[in-house]
């Protein structure tokens, strides 16, 4: 059957530009201060760079035909897991995890590029296998065990968020591939487990928790970067202190440009401003769904229901992070928080899920 190709979905098409367009003025305002002294340029320069090449990468991929991608699944899953390995060995380490890669003109972050990798690659063995995925040793138990590999992997960097980013995507594409119930209750019970194991295993994640449950009780150890986002967030009131004027930039809040720089979007921009980041991505969760939800194929409603995933996953659990919702996990905020292989690789996954969209009916 010859799929009819139409147009990409415009909406969100036009909320990835207006996140982008956030992140873009964000960065510059959260990390002018740290590099005023050198170059107040040098972040936003970086991330409008890394932007514009995203924008490339998007439209490539949005003129890619999807399903033209499946032959090369394998070797584009094989590129990313070696390079996972590679980043054990030659990483360079910041703050005590040994998460990128010295390319020389810039860094990459292999974990960031298996996000997107293993969306295509399970989004392409489930469309195959089918029913056989209700079967847990020969259908499931694979799978399963390649998670716990590249999970692994990852959280020997160390990078528990992302590796957990990771297999939540992962789980949400294998029900909805099909797997049995009384399995996601099994792998459910087993996952909170294996995470209470690895959080009671380093003592710096068991201190992440205490903080989390209680920051007031340690505010200048494991307490403070929770309070001072809370600070951030509680001065921004109803419309914000203005873009620029955050407090809390100002050497209070560690990580204000990248993992927490929803917490001084909400210190500038106020109650507003967060409002309209968390609507963009509840429009990107609908339009995304929807896509995954009318797609003539498997392959392609899987790749949807992954990209969209993956993106929204992220977002909620990094906000949740700077709201104080959840313990703190080094995640950025898609499109927003200052990364290169972050933004490009979430940039490439909105261009398949836009190439998605064009083969969609009903939009």
């Given at each position: 059957m010859r799929l009819k190709k139409g147009t990409p979905d415009l909406l969100l098409f036009f909320v990835t530009m207006v996140l982008l367009a956030i992140g873009i003025v964000m960065v510059f305002s959260a990390s002018y201060y740290d590099t005023l002294e050198n170059d107040p340029y040098f972040y936003v320069r970086k991330q409008l760079t890394w932007g514009l090449i995203g924008l490339v990468a998007m439209f490539v991929m949005m003129k890619i035909d999807y399903f033209r991608l499946k032959p090369y699944v394998n070797i584009i899953f094989a590129m990313s897991f070696l390079l996972l390995i590679l980043v054990l060995i030659i990483g360079e380490e910041h703050h005590g995890s040994t998460r990128w890669i010295d390319l020389g003109f810039t860094n990459v972050q292999p974990s960031?590029?298996?996000?997107?990798?293993?969306?295509?690659?399970?989004?392409?063995k489930l469309s195959q296998i089918g029913p056989r995925i209700k079967n847990f040793s020969s259908g499931l138990a694979p799978y399963l065990l390649l998670l716990c590999v590249v999970g692994g992997l990852i959280m020997k960097?160390?990078?528990?968020?992302?590796?957990?980013?990771?297999?939540?995507?992962?789980?949400?594409?294998?029900?909805?591939?099909?797997?049995?119930?009384?399995?996601f209750a099994f792998l459910g019970v087993a996952g909170m487990g294996a995470v209470a194991a690895l959080i009671y295993?380093?003592?710096?994640?068991?201190?992440r928790i205490t903080g989390w449950w209680d920051p007031w009780a340690y505010p200048s150890t494991e307490g403070y970067q929770a309070i001072n986002s809370l600070y951030a967030l509680g001065s921004g009131g109803f419309f914000g202190m203005g873009l620029g004027n955050s407090r809390q930039k100002l050497d209070f809040l560690p990580e204000q440009h990248t993992d927490f720089i929803f917490a001084i979007l909400g210190e500038e921009l106020g109650f507003v401003g967060c409002f309209l980041v968390i609507l963009l991505f509840f429009l990107i969760a609908w339009r995304g769904y929807r896509i995954a939800l009318t797609c003539p194929d498997v392959f392609g409603s899987l790749l949807a229901t992954g990209i969209t995933t993956m993106i929204v996953l992220q977002a909620f659990m990094n906000m949740g992070v700077v709201t104080g919702l959840l313990p703190i996990?080094?995640?950025?905020?898609?499109?927003i928080s200052?990364?290169?292989?972050?933004?490009?690789?979430?940039?490439?996954?909105?261009?398949?899920?836009?190439?998605?969209?064009?083969y969609s009916n009903n939009l």
């Open positions: 960031e590029i298996m996000k997107l990798c293993m969306v295509l690659f399970l989004a392409s960097e160390p990078d528990l968020g992302t590796a957990l980013s990771i297999v939540g995507t992962a789980v949400v594409l294998l029900i909805v591939a099909g797997m049995r119930l009384k399995h295993q380093e003592t710096y994640r068991l201190k996990t080094g995640i950025s905020l898609p499109f200052y990364g290169g292989s972050s933004l490009l690789f979430s940039m490439l996954g909105v261009g398949i899920l836009l190439n998605v969209s064009r």
